[in-house]
């Protein structure tokens, strides 16, 4: 299963390096989920728009400015934590339907919990963008892979962000193939059903995939501010 019944290649150019950004995944997944629905990624000038317009607007500001932040945040009005840093899936619901917005689309959003048989039955499901928040530490082995001569085996535990205990991270779900399979470290192939639109590269022809248990692993992860099992489903309203 591939989301919008698009092959590998034709999801993986919705990928775009994040590296000289401040924590944008989730602004990116957002924009690139939006991007779906018209056939189209978005270019760097857009995510570059769209990451400045979601630092305009974050939960700092409108503590400052108002005393209704809870409320605020409810109805999505707020786009990011504070400028440059995390964006929760229900933020990342509220730049999706603004984005929409600026297509002429209405695009319809619901974060919730689920298991991993409705994920998989989500990434089936004909023009609907799937995106999923995860978490780690060092002490994890999970690793996401990317057969590509500059993207082999990433280990997660070299992403835990050195100042905190553990990293949080946003991506698109964008396959679940039971069929395939990844290069393992001494060149055997290792069963990677999982495969994602992920900010980790420059648009090549390659998703980012993971085992079962490695995904099952740090999608499950739990922290203070990372829900555990959490998707944001998007799809469009006719």
């Keep these: 299963m591939y989301s919008f019944g698009l092959n590998e290649a034709a999801l993986a150019v919705y990928q775009v390096a994040s590296w000289t950004r401040k924590n944008p995944c989730g602004v990116i997944s957002a924009t690139q989920a939006a991007a779906l629905f018209r056939n189209e990624p978005a270019t760097e000038d857009e995510i570059e728009e769209k990451i400045g317009f979601a630092n305009r607007w974050t939960a700092l500001h409108a503590l400052i400015i108002f005393p209704a932040l809870p409320v605020l945040m409810a109805i999505g009005a707020v786009r990011r934590t504070i400028p440059g840093w995390a964006t929760t899936l229900r933020m990342s619901a509220g730049l999706i339907r603004r984005f929409g917005k600026d297509q002429g689309r209405r695009l319809w959003t619901k974060v919730r919990s689920g298991t991993m048989d409705e994920l998989r039955q989500a990434i089936g499901t004909p023009r609907t963008a ?109």
């Design 130 to 238: 799937v995106l999923v928040t995860v978490g780690w530490n060092k002490a994890m082995s999970g690793v996401i892979r990317m057969d590509h001569p500059k993207r082999g085996l990433l280990p997660l535990s070299k992403f835990a962000i050195t100042s905190w205990p553990f990293t949080a991270h946003t991506m698109i779900a964008a396959a679940y193939d039971p069929d395939h399979t990844s290069t393992g470290p001494d060149g055997e192939a290792v069963s990677t059903p999982w495969g994602f639109i992920n900010s980790w590269t420059k648009p090549v022809d390659k998703l980012f995939w993971m085992t079962e248990d490695d995904f099952a692993a740090i999608w499950g992860f739990r922290a203070v501010v990372v829900p555990r099992h959490r998707m944001l489903i998007v799809t469009e309203e006719k």
